[in-house]
């Protein structure tokens, strides 16, 4: 349809004066949709029994700071300063179920106040809750992958160290192990550490407590794990091995002579395709029991001659190899071996929505426990927003050789943008609560079909 252009332009006015009341005005009605997730999954009453051995707030209980933390990250905040700008939104106070939100000096006291079975407990939920949705999917198989990120503060903060730390060196960090589920992107489980240590100090039995945490409600289900090569161990590879978890881990070849005279001695590479070839063997280190499975692989890249070069005629390029090892237990071919361990590079996208949308790499106060209690509330706004889109879509593609996630989910920033930061007014006309937007189509098909989702399996 086309318009005149009296229709469509018009003059310019002058600047409208500015004037502040109550209007019960919202700048996130979106809210309304984590309202009913929030309702149908008891999230307030569950934080609530993770702090029942602490001194309750003559006000605000300890569950209720913690749901603060995630709605908080939810809405894109990152400084617990930054509380202020929608301490009077009606929409975060009635999801909260409060009428006046603390202060940022009650948070943050609270927050202080924290201990370590606090820490376990908020760990605890967070995983139930991933464990449920696992449970509920009936996956074929479980990728697991365990990789650590460094969280890095400019300033002292309990339990950090300075560690190895590519772009900001010097700093003090804490370094967490993670890990992830490859099927949903959620985060299973976090195990905080300082950052000065080695990314497989005690992994081990972190990594255990996670399989035998699948195995336990999934008996029958196959489960795979990934990891780099700072995991490349005997104790963790005959851990795995003997709990019948299917792995594949990054072999720091150069470390051994043996592989690297494997490598330069071997004469014939089976192509996998254009750009890859391969030769496997069975082989173990001298102070190894066991024999597993090695995989070489090596890929064809070009480097530009830094020399003198004759610019009329050509740029000459020298032609090498980079190579890299798997070991493992899988009885796949080398190609799909390949694919599945480079499918574990999305957990590093899981590290960057994190970091940028969850705001994971800020350390609020001096208290270790205090900043352990924060990076829970970011793993569980995150999940939370894969959860919802779990409930509220089907899935949308089988299982991949790379283990791709099995929906299409949208990142929590764009879903913020789209959704969530959405103007409104509470009213009640004639008695009944309502909340009013403007009549954006798109919104309003996407907020009700969240909604009638949600209600129908409440």
């Known amino acids: 349809m086309k318009f005149s252009k009296a229709v469509v332009h018009r003059k310019t006015h002058g600047i409208p004066e500015i004037k502040f009341e ?15 997730l929030f309702s149908r999954i008891g999230l307030r009453r569950q934080l609530t029994g993770c702090f029942r051995h602490l001194r309750v707030s003559p006000i605000y209980g300890h569950g209720v700071i913690v749901l603060l933390l995630t709605v908080h990250l939810l809405l894109g905040y990152r400084r617990l300063q930054d509380m202020r700008y929608y301490q009077d939104d009606p929409m975060v106070r009635r999801l909260l179920g409060l009428e006046r939100l603390p202060d940022v000096a009650t948070v943050s006291r609270t927050l202080a106040g924290m201990d370590s079975q606090s820490v376990d407990k908020l760990r605890r939920l967070s995983r139930q809750r991933v464990l449920e949705q696992l449970s509920g999917l009936g996956l ?6 365990f990789d650590g990120s460094v969280l890095s503060t400019g300033r002292f903060a309990e339990g950090t160290a300075v560690g190895f730390n590519r772009k900001k060196k010097g700093q003090r960090s804490y370094y967490p192990l993670f890990c992830t589920v490859a099927q949903t992107g959620q985060v299973l489980d976090v195990w905080h550490r300082p950052g000065n240590v080695h990314d497989s100090n005690g992994a081990k039995a972190f990594i255990l407590a996670c399989v035998r945490e699948i195995q336990a409600i999934l008996p029958h289900c196959p489960i795979e794990a990934r990891m780099d090569s700072a995991f490349f161990s005997d104790s963790i590879i005959g851990m795995l091995d003997a709990e019948g978890v299917e792995f594949t881990i990054s072999v720091p070849f150069e470390r051994f002579t043996a592989l690297k005279a494997l490598v330069e001695n071997r004469k014939r590479w089976r192509r996998l395709n254009g750009h890859w070839s391969f030769f496997e063997t069975s082989w173990k280190p001298s102070s190894w029991h066991d024999r597993y499975r090695f995989v070489f692989v090596r890929s064809q890249n070009q480097q530009q001659y830094k020399g003198t070069i004759q610019l009329d005629l050509f740029i000459p390029y020298e032609y090498g190899y980079d190579f890299k090892v798997i070991v493992t237990n899988k009885q796949l071919s080398a190609k799909k071996t390949l694919t599945l361990h480079n499918g574990r590079g999305a957990q590093e996208g899981v590290f960057a929505e994190l970091k940028s949308h969850t705001q994971m790499d800020y350390v609020p106060t001096r208290r270790k426990a205090g900043n352990q209690v924060y ?5 569980l706004a995150h999940n939370l927003n894969r959860e919802m889109q779990m409930h509220c879509y089907t899935q949308q593609r089988n299982t991949t050789e790379k283990r791709a996630p099995l929906w299409q989910f949208e990142q929590l920033g764009t879903l913020r943008r789209k959704l969530i930061q959405r103007a409104g007014r509470l009213t009640k006309p004639q008695g009944r609560l309502t909340l009013t937007m403007s009549a954006n189509p798109t919104v309003k098909s996407e907020l009700l079909h969240y909604l009638d989702v949600l209600n129908q399996a409440a």
């Open 140 to 145: 074929a198989r479980i990728t697991l992958d």
């Open 22 to 36: 109550d209007q019960r005005l919202t700048s996130f009605a979106g809210l309304v949709v984590y309202q009913s």
């Open 375 to 379: 990076l829970l509330s970011a793993v």
